[in-house]
């Protein structure tokens, strides 16, 4: 019906009245018209309260299914699981591993983030053994705890693990034991990059919230909301504060919280009402409180299980409305005048339909100003043209509510982006920008808006390949490149982008950009360890045999050569054992640098390992070229050197050269034929620089055999022991012999000593020879003495490996106990310069040696390092005297008067002294007249077998005896 057409109808009504057809004409209100009216305003009430829960309810679901995407949860669970387990100390405090303290620092910046965006109570991580893994608490990590196996599986843990990824469970209220609130479990199941589970993140939010949402909803002081989950607990009520404690809270029933508990618990209707409200019904109803009728409107909320009501008193339903009596009267004095009720009703009728338009007129204004107040709805009358006009209003409203709520949902999301987000149209421009952008090109967004893309890239084809890709119907994906800073910075990012369609039409283009600088850098760095020294910043062997390769590839089109030179200093090692590897990484390093300054540009210096680096000499045309360079490399490094404690040092280089195509067409022939030129420098005295020969690879092949067959020599059986008597001057009798080692390699002649034990020295098997002598000389003094011959003392020379071992005494007593023999049968020589490298080790052992009753002796005194006053302290009982003295003793007066004096020192001493190397009857009387007590040398006899030994002088001195 048209609004003149009614317009006109009422007139004629009136007219009608007040000519007296009808004065009795009333409209009747009835107060059932007025109620449902009312009963639908409060349950709009409580449909926009859902809304408003609702979408707070989605705002958390969605910041915790994004916190899920964080890279420490990631990084976490990648661990393996034995890494992941918690220890604790005896104090019971937590303690981390270097790989949990940086999944830590992740799990920290993640949490703050986290409380930022909504407003957790606490968060907990928990694998699906139940074991919980970090907590957080206001927004940091305050503790991490094992949850029980019944825990695992409860309520909580269970109904999260059952769900798929993307999904939340949410538990009914609890009251929350660290932060004594009650709070609600928002749990979502942690799904890893396999689809596997690996446990559940744990999130507690307050109920207090929803507390608040209720209270800041606009309501009369007659109207109450309150929430109720299925068990009958009251969430929120909006007339009063009330504070859910273990104190006053019981857990079991509305009443108990409600203002009116004895009204309502002696009212059956209105447990009904709460019944029908727990089982998520919806609807109206009244009971009865206080002698008036409270009407009640509820509805379910879903996601929650729980449902609204909304309470209203029935005098307030009416409230506000025009009383039936009013209405009649003022119709009955409609009557009293014609023109006059004519006037008014008119006025009344245009008003009517002016002021909705008036007020859609305002709100539409409001909004084109942008001012959106969703709560200026148009109150709906009949359904005439204006009245669906504001319904129609109404409508748009609440669309456009929806819509900014999505907006929002969409900004957070925006906001919360890890990767960088341009939006650009079709020109190139960039129309948007998220936070992360922002933070990646340190700039402000007005100064990002509206500039061209190309603006920000280095390469400007990079931008036109991106287009014609898209435009080819393809994804761009992951394509590295950098953003260009304002100070001129480049960026390293990837880049994905995607073209932006509205229906068929082309919009815009959508980029996200990785931030790959850390990625970079790993990389970088992983590429200088795998071809870079890390001490000396020189190629590595892998890069020099690289760049050895591509040169000799070039090599037959050049007419020049190539020299490799391997340089390996001199006394290196003495230097980094005396002062320390700090001091020697020191002298490593400024080796480089004078390396470094010898060359020229296109040349190489490499470290290959240890106190040995490579030089790498292109383009040689004649070999006195590299002698030049070998000489000067000579002398930069014999150059003294002060270290930074202030230490001065000198070292030198032995230096082997090899040149292609002479001396090998490969890299690895180059660099082996370098080193074995080397070796012979180093054998040759040191300092000095080789040239390789064949000669050399014959006797590198050859030492190689040997090596070889030495590393078998002990399991083939191929060592002999060999014993060299020692005489007693005074006595002009047998004392004991020495036991000396002897190589038949493969079963022939016997290796000279001079030959294999300083390899033997080299190879590390020095030490394995000590202890196949002890085990040896022990059986065979267990022998002689089975046979009836006299008890003579053996001896045996200890190395430096041997004398160093801590359990050396055991060894020693292990071998006389399996043996059957006493202490005394054993005598354990030592150098001057074993003893000297450490006093104070030397006299430990020495003395747990002596405890046991076993001979020491000193060999080769005289040419060390000892003092009067270390060997005042030693607890040995022979000095042996130098050969290098008894060679001359009886020519050169000096050697003679230092021989007398050793004497007669060690007798001062109580120490008995034996002479080396005599092989003259001149030499031994001249020793008997000095008072030495023994000899030993090829005048008694040269070290022999073992049988020859027994020959010669044990039987003979058996029969003597």
């Not at 890494?83 to 604790?88: A, D, I, L, Q, V």
């Not at 405890?851 to 270390?870: C, K, N, P, Q, R």
Request: proline share 3%.
């Amino acid at each position: 019906m048209s609004i003149p057409f009614k317009f006109i109808l009422l007139l004629t009504l009136l007219l009608l009245a007040g000519l007296g057809v009808s004065s009795s004409v009333s409209f009747t209100f009835t107060e059932e018209a007025m109620e449902e009216s009312a009963l639908t305003t409060m349950d709009q009430t409580n449909h926009d309260l859902l809304h408003k829960i609702d979408l707070f309810h989605k705002k958390i679901q969605s910041d915790i299914l994004m916190s899920l995407e964080h890279p420490a949860f990631k990084r976490y669970f990648d661990l393996p699981e034995t890494r992941r387990g918690n220890r604790f100390d005896n104090e019971n405090r937590l303690v981390l591993t270097t790989e949990q303290l940086a999944v830590k620092a992740d799990l920290d910046a993640w949490a703050v983030s986290m409380q930022k965006r909504f407003p957790i109570v606490e968060s907990c991580l928990i694998d699906q053994g139940g074991q919980e893994h970090a907590r957080i608490t206001f927004g940091r990590i305050a503790s991490i705890e094992e949850f029980s196996s019944e825990e695992a599986q409860n309520a909580f843990f269970a109904p999260a693990m059952a769900l798929p990824e993307g999904r939340i469970h949410i538990q009914y209220p609890y009251m929350s034991q660290d932060a004594n609130k009650w709070v609600f479990a928002y749990l979502a199941p942690i799904v890893l990059a396999d689809g596997s589970k690996a446990g559940v993140f744990h999130n507690e939010i307050p109920v207090s919230l929803f507390q608040e949402l209720i209270r800041q909803h606009d309501m009369d002081k007659n109207s109450r909301l309150f929430l109720l989950d299925p068990s009958g607990v009251l969430i929120a009520d909006s007339w009063r504060d009330f504070s859910m404690d273990r104190k006053n809270t019981p857990e079991t029933s509305l009443q108990h919280y409600l203002p009116m508990a004895t009204s309502l618990n002696a009212s059956p209707r209105f447990t009904a009402i709460l019944e029908r409200m727990r089982q998520g019904s919806s609807g109206a109803d009244w009971y009865e409180e206080g002698g008036e009728r409270q009407h009640v409107t509820f509805r379910p909320l879903p996601t929650f299980g729980w449902s609204i009501g909304h309470i209203r008193p029935h005098h307030a339903l009416l409230q506000g409305k025009t009383s039936l009596t009013n209405v009649r009267l003022a119709f009955a004095l409609t009557t009293l005048g014609t023109l006059l009720a004519t006037i008014l009703i008119v006025w009344f009728q245009v008003n009517k339909i002016a002021m909705p338009l008036r007020g859609l007129a305002r709100s539409a204004q409001k909004i084109a100003d942008g001012n959106l107040d969703f709560n200026m709805r148009i109150q709906v009358g009949d359904l005439d043209e204006v009245g669906i006009l504001a319904h129609s209003f109404n409508r748009m409203l609440l669309t456009l509510s929806q819509t900014t709520d999505t907006k929002e949902f969409t900004e957070n999301i925006l906001r919360a982006m890890v990767d960088g987000l341009l939006v650009l149209d079709m020109d190139n421009r960039i129309r948007r920008v998220n936070r992360a952008m922002l933070e990646l090109l340190e700039e402000k967004e007005e100064n990002l808006l509206n500039r061209h893309l190309d603006s920000l890239l280095p390469d400007p084809e990079f931008c036109a390949t991106m287009f014609r890709d898209l435009l080819a119907n393809r994804l761009f994906r992951s394509q590295e490149t950098a953003f260009r800073t304002r100070d001129g910075r480049d960026v390293a990012v990837s880049i994905s982008s995607n073209l932006l369609r509205h229906g068929d039409t082309m919009t815009g283009m959508v980029i996200l950009a990785q931030d790959i600088r850390i990625r970079k850098n790993n990389e970088e760095q992983l590429h200088f360890l795998a071809n870079f020294d890390v001490l000396t910043r020189l190629p590595n062997r892998a890069l020099l045999q690289e760049r050895l390769s591509q040169t000799l590839v070039r090599a037959p089109w050049r007419t020049t050569s190539v020299g490799v030179l391997h340089c390996a200093l001199d006394r290196f090692k003495s230097i980094n054992d005396t002062l320390g590897h700090r001091s020697g990484d020191e002298l490593l390093k400024e080796t480089a640098n004078r390396l470094r300054a010898c060359v020229r540009g296109g040349d190489t210096v490499a470290r290959i390992g240890g106190d040995e680096f490579l030089v790498l000499l292109m383009d040689v045309a004649r070999a006195e070229d590299i002698i030049h360079v070998a000489k000067k490399i000579s002398h930069a490094i014999a150059m003294p050197l002060t270290l930074s404690n202030g230490q001065e040092v000198f070292v030198t280089a032995s230096i082997g050269i090899s040149v292609s195509p002479e001396n090998g067409s490969t890299p690895d022939e180059l660099l082996k034929n370098a080193n074995i030129a080397t070796s012979h420098a180093k054998v040759q005295g040191k300092n000095q620089f080789r040239f390789f020969s064949a000669e050399m690879n014959r006797k590198g092949a050859e030492r190689l055999a040997m090596e070889a067959d030495l590393r078998r020599a002990v399991e083939r059986g191929e060592l002999e022991a060999h014993y060299q008597p020692r005489w007693d001057l005074r006595r002009d009798c047998l004392a004991g012999a020495e036991a000396l080692v002897r190589w038949r390699r493969g079963g022939g002649k016997p290796v000279s000593p001079a030959d294999f034990l300083p390899l033997a020295e080299e190879l590390g098997l020095i030490e394995s020879f000590d202890l196949w002598m002890l085990e040896n000389v022990c059986r065979q003094a267990r022998q002689w003495r089975d046979a009836g011959y006299p008890h003579i003392r053996l001896s045996i020379n200890l190395s430096h490996h041997l004398f160093g071992r801590k359990d050396l005494v055991e060894l020693i007593r292990r071998a006389l106990d399996e043996n059957g023999l006493e202490p005394d049968a054993l005598e354990l020589e030592l150098t001057e310069a074993i003893v000297m490298r450490d006093v104070t080790h030397a006299m430990s052992s020495l003395l747990s040696l002596r405890e046991m009753w076993i001979h020491l002796a000193v060999d080769d005194f005289g040419t060390g390092y000892s003092s009067f006053s270390h060997l005042r302290r030693l607890p040995v009982h022979i000095l042996k005297i130098d050969r290098s003295f008894v060679r001359e003793i009886t020519t050169n007066k000096e050697d003679a008067a230092i021989t007398h004096a050793i004497i007669t020192m060690a007798h001062t001493l109580n120490l008995r002294t034996t002479a080396e190397g005599a092989e003259e009857q001149a030499q031994r009387d001249l020793l008997t007249s000095l008072g030495c007590d023994e000899l030993q040398g090829y005048l008694i006899s040269r070290p022999v077998p073992a049988a020859e030994m027994e020959e010669k002088f044990l039987k003979s001195t058996q029969r003597t005896g």
